[in-house]
């Protein structure tokens, strides 16, 4: 069964700070997606990056950054240099393409909070 | 852009009422889905369709049905409210049923059941 493990609740950072959002996922399927959303405090999830599980390519968008890493089944998340916009809560999530395909399964999410 | 709208942001009931929530997509996607969020606990998927007329239990079905009458819209009843039903619920849809699609969120419906 597939599972995504998000294990910091809440973080905390004050502006201009790095932070990382930590996300490591089970599966038994070989091909399979990984995604970030975000959800600010209006409430509506928006969709980051989607990675598959053949492309272990970092990516920079911005200041944002993801680091997928099979050896670890872990898809990280850094925020750079970060911002009070940037508060919000952020979900990772995982679909398998051998499974009901199109369900994703998410994370419990981290809320993130930036002070400035 | 793809817009997922609900009926309501808010919305009180009274127990054992019967509750409909709406949601209805703009951009002709094959898939959807209804979800609530409870704080600690994530996303949990209630129910989806990927068709007019199908549909597939989620993880936390009990207490809930859905139909899918048109490929827009996407509706989840609550047959008998009940406290434990309080919380916010998210509508998405998808493309099609493919597990490379992201998927696009309606602002949420907070449920609260007295």
């Known amino acids: 069964a597939q599972k995504v493990t998000q294990a910091q609740t809440e973080i905390s950072v004050v502006e201009k700070e790095d932070v990382t959002l930590d996300c490591v996922y089970e599966?038994?399927?070989?091909?399979?997606?990984l995604f970030w959303y975000k959800q600010p405090p209006s409430g509506e999830l928006v969709f980051l990056i989607r990675?598959?599980?053949?492309?272990?390519q970092n990516e920079i968008s911005g200041r944002y950054s993801w680091n997928f890493q099979k050896s670890t089944s872990s898809f990280n998340f850094t925020i750079t240099a970060s911002q009070v916009v940037d508060s919000a809560v952020y979900f990772c999530?995982?679909?398998?393409?051998?499974?009901?395909?199109?369900?994703?399964?998410f994370g419990d999410g981290t809320t993130l909070t930036v002070k400035p | 852009d793809v817009k997922v709208t609900q009926s309501s942001r808010y919305l009180v009931k009274r127990t054992g009422e019967k509750v409909f929530l709406e949601c209805v997509q703009d951009m002709d996607h094959e898939n959807m889905f209804w979800y609530r969020q409870d704080p600690g606990l994530g996303l949990r998927l209630i129910y989806f369709?990927?068709?007019?007329?199908?549909?597939e239990k989620g993880d936390i079905p009990e207490g809930y049905s859905v139909s899918r009458e048109k490929k827009e819209r996407f509706s989840l009843i609550l047959e008998s409210a009940s406290t434990n039903q309080t919380s916010m619920y998210l509508c998405a849809s998808s493309l099609v049923a493919a597990a490379y699609n992201e998927q696009f969120f309606g602002p949420g419906t907070r449920l609260t059941v007295l």
């Open positions: 369709s990927y068709d007019v007329k199908m549909k």
């Open positions: 599966t038994r399927d070989t091909t399979y997606y």
């Open positions: 990675r598959n599980s053949f492309d272990e």
């Open positions: 999530a995982l679909s398998e393409a051998g499974t009901n395909a199109g369900k994703s399964t």
